[in-house]
């Protein structure tokens, strides 16, 4: 842990990559929350229908294999704080990674901020 307050127990977060690597095959339950300003001008009109957020968190980087969890969520404003969330459960290999992604259709700045986590817990096997 880098500060008072953080848990990490296992060897398989890698805290400078931002990888859980996973040490058994095994059912994986995943968790993702990230707390976000959204920096942007606000859109009006039919532009702003594009204007999303997506958090996924995928195996090995493959975010469009079908082998990810995602959430969406519609960018409404910007100076906002809000918090997005990503949970569910997939199936890793030994040695095989997951990570978080933030795909910003809107194009606008994104700050993460401070407090935001993420998880993995084994299942089974």
Do not use: W
């Amino acid at each position: 842990p880098e500060r008072e307050g953080m848990f990490h127990r296992g060897p398989g977060l890698n805290l400078t990559s931002g990888q859980y690597t996973a040490p058994i095959a095994g059912y994986y339950a995943f968790s993702s929350r990230l707390h976000i300003v959204h920096r942007g001008k606000r859109r009006k009109g039919p532009g702003c229908r594009g204007s999303r957020l997506r958090v996924l968190i995928c195996v090995q980087s493959r975010c469009q294999h079908n082998s990810n969890l995602e959430t969406v969520s519609q960018l409404e404003s910007s100076g906002d704080l809000f918090t997005i969330s990503v949970t569910g459960t997939l199936y890793l290999q030994a040695g095989q990674y997951a990570s978080v992604f933030v795909d910003n259709t809107a194009g606008s700045p994104l700050t993460v901020q401070s407090g935001s986590d993420f998880s993995a817990v084994l299942l089974g096997v």
